[in-house]
Each structure stands twice: as C-alpha cells, then as structure tokens.
C-alpha cells in the first residue's frame, strides 16, 4: 500500500537555482518557458496535495513535470 510518484520541477527561484537564474536572467529563462515565467512555492502546492491525499490514492508510478511547459517545448 505505498504509491510512488515523483513531483519534477523546473527552474524555481530557490537557494540552489539563484545563482544561475540571475546569471542567465530571469527574465530571459521566463520567456522561453510557454506559460512566460519560472515557478514559486504556490506551483508546487496542488500536485502534492493530489498526491498526498486520498484524490490521489489510485496514482502510483508516475511522474508529473511542474515547469511551466517547458519539457513539452525540448520534448523530455
């Protein structure tokens, strides 16, 4: 009964990311993503709500990118 499941962001303004967001510009890495800008904590709030809650007790062994479009765009 344990559902495994990976939540794959993209580029959010975090500790680890800062220094090459503001590097190549954020501005610039927002225009290529399709929905125009990088993510915030708010971006992440609802797919791990679906899949820590009983909406989500039937999902298990799937991934979900949360980046704006952009895997769509390069095609992974």
């Not at 344990?2 to 580029?11: D, S, Y």
């Not at 303004?13 to 927002?30: D, H, N, P, Q, R």
Request: with cysteine; proline share 3%.
């Amino acid at each position: 009964n344990i559902n495994v499941n990976a939540i794959c962001p993209g580029f959010f303004m975090t500790k680890m990311a800062a220094g090459l967001i503001k590097s190549l510009g954020e501005e610039k890495m927002a225009s290529h993503a399709p929905l125009g800008r990088l993510g915030d904590e708010e971006d992440l709030k609802g797919i791990t709500l679906l899949y820590a809650s009983d909406a989500g007790k039937h999902i298990t062994g799937q991934w979900l990118a949360v980046d704006g479009g952009v895997s769509v765009v390069l095609g992974a």
